[in-house]
C-alpha cells in the first residue's frame, strides 16, 4: 500500500505540473516576467521565467488526496501535518520573492536578508540541525549553534540551487534526480512523510522538464530555483540532521555527498570572485555548466553529463547509508580518492581541450 501511495504522489505531482506549465508561461507574460537576451544570456530570444510556479503548484496538488485516504500512510501524514504546513508556509514565502525578483528583479544583499529571515522562520518550525554524528559513530549536540549552522545549510543550499540554474533543464533534471536518490534513502530508513515529500518534488520537476529541457520553452526563474532550493534543504535536515541517531550519516558526509554538484560549484565559483577582488555575488561565466559549453558541449549534452554526476553521487549515498555506520568510512576514503583521479583526469583534458583551440594563448588566462 505504501509503494502505490509513493506511485499515486510521484504520478500526481508529475502530471500536475506538466499540465500547469502553460499557465506559469501565461503568467510570466501577463506580469513581464520575461528573459531578454543579454551578453551573459545563453538564448536568444525572449523566454518567460515564471516556471517554479508550477513545479510549486505540481508538489503541492498531491497532497489533497491524504486527507481523503484512511490508511497508516495517511496517518503518519496527520501526524507530520504541522511540520508539514510550516514548510508550505516557507516555500511559499520563497516563492513570492522569486516571482518578485523574476518581474520586478531584486538587489542580491536584500535577497539574502530576505532568505535568512525565511531560513529562521523554518528554524522556529522545528526545521533544525541539532547534532551531528561522527565518522566513528559518536555524537555530539550543537545546541544553540545549531541555529547559525542550520541558517547556513539552508540559505546556501538554496543559493547554490540558484546559481546552478544556467542552462535548459539542469536544475530541473539535477534537483529530480537527486530527489529520487533522497525519496530511495528516506524510504530505507524508514521516514515515509519525508519520502513523500521528496518522491512529490521529484514527480513535479520530471513533470516540468518536457517544457525546460534544450530547446527550452519556459525556464524555472528565481520563483522556481529558491523554492526547490528551500524544500531540499528543509528534506535534508528532516532526513539526515534533525535526530541523527535515527539517520544513517557520518557526520554530513552522505547530504555533502548527496548535494555534491550545486555544493562544490557554488563554493568553487565564491572562491574565484573571492580570489580575482569582486563581490561574491557579481554574476559571471565561472560556473561548471559556462565551463562545459565553453569545451563545445551542447545544452543538452552539459545537462545530461552533470545529470550522470548526480545519479552517480546519488547511487553512492544510498550506498552509505545501506553499509552500516563502520563500513562508512572507508567507503567515503574510496570515494574521495577516485573521485580525485577522476577531477585531475578531467582538467588535464580540459586544458589540452583549450590549448588546441585557435587563440588559446588569450583565452586560458584564468
Known amino acids: 500500500m505504501i509503494y502505490k501511495t509513493y506511485i499515486a504522489m510521484f504520478i500526481l505531482s508529475a502530471l500536475g505540473a506538466f499540465w500547469l506549465t502553460p499557465f506559469a508561461a501565461w503568467l510570466a507574460h501577463r506580469f ?49 501535518e504541522k511540520q508539514f504546513l510550516s514548510l508550505v508556509l516557507g516555500a511559499t514565502a520563497m516563492m513570492t520573492l522569486g516571482v518578485y525578483d523574476d518581474i520586478k528583479g531584486a538587489d542580491a544583499l536584500k535577497k539574502l536578508l ?33 541555529l547559525p549552522i542550520t541558517l547556513l545549510w539552508i540559505v546556501g543550499l538554496t543559493n547554490a540551487i540558484n546559481l546552478l540554474d544556467g542552462i535548459d533543464g539542469l536544475v530541473t533534471g539535477v534537483t529530480a534526480f537527486m530527489a529520487v536518490s533522497l525519496a530511495i534513502i528516506n524510504i530505507i530508513t524508514g521516514h515515509t512523510v519525508v519520502a513523500l515529500l521528496t518522491v512529490a518534488l521529484a514527480g513535479a520537476c520530471f513533470g516540468f522538464l518536457p517544457y525546460n529541457h534544450s530547446p527550452a520553452r519556459i525556464f524555472l526563474g528565481d520563483s522556481g530555483s529558491l523554492t526547490i532550493g528551500l524544500v ?33 560549484d557554488t563554493c568553487r565559483v565564491m572562491y ?95
Open 32 to 80: 513581464g516576467a520575461i528573459d531578454q537576451p543579454g551578453p551573459r544570456k545563453l538564448h536568444g530570444k525572449p523566454m518567460p521565467r515564471m516556471g517554479g510556479v508550477a513545479v510549486y503548484l505540481g508538489f503541492l496538488l498531491p497532497w489533497a488526496g491524504l486527507y481523503l485516504l484512511h490508511n497508516l500512510v495517511a496517518l503518519e501524514f496527520q501526524q507530520y
Open 114 to 146: 530576505a532568505q535568512t529571515l525565511i531560513a529562521l522562520g523554518m528554524w522556529l518550525a522545528h526545521f533544525r540541525i541539532t547534532a551531528l554524528q561522527n565518522p566513528f559513530g559518536t555524537y555530539f549536540d550543537l545546541g544553540w549553534f545549531g
Open 232 to 264: 531540499l534543504a528543509c528534506i535534508g535536515i528532516e532526513s539526515f540532521f534533525h535526530d541523527p541517531r535515527h539517520a544513517a550519516s557520518p557526520l554530513i558526509s552522505v547530504p555533502l555527498f548527496l548535494f555534491c554538484l550545486p555544493v562544490f
Open 272 to 366: 574565484k570572485r573571492w580570489r580575482r577582488g569582486v563581490s561574491i555575488f557579481q554574476a559571471d561565466k565561472g560556473h561548471v555548466h559556462h565551463r562545459l559549453l565553453e569545451l563545445g558541449f551542447n545544452h543538452r549534452q552539459a545537462s545530461w553529463l552533470l545529470y550522470g554526476v548526480v545519479i552517480l553521487s546519488g547511487t553512492f549515498s544510498i550506498v552509505l547509508v545501506t553499509v552500516g555506520t563502520h563500513r562508512q568510512l572507508p567507503f567515503t576514503l574510496v570515494f574521495c580518492m577516485l573521485s580525485g583521479v577522476v577531477g585531475y583526469v578531467w582538467r588535464r583534458w580540459a586544458r589540452n581541450q583549450d590549448a588546441d583551440e585557435p587563440g588559446s594563448e588569450s583565452n586560458g588566462k584564468r
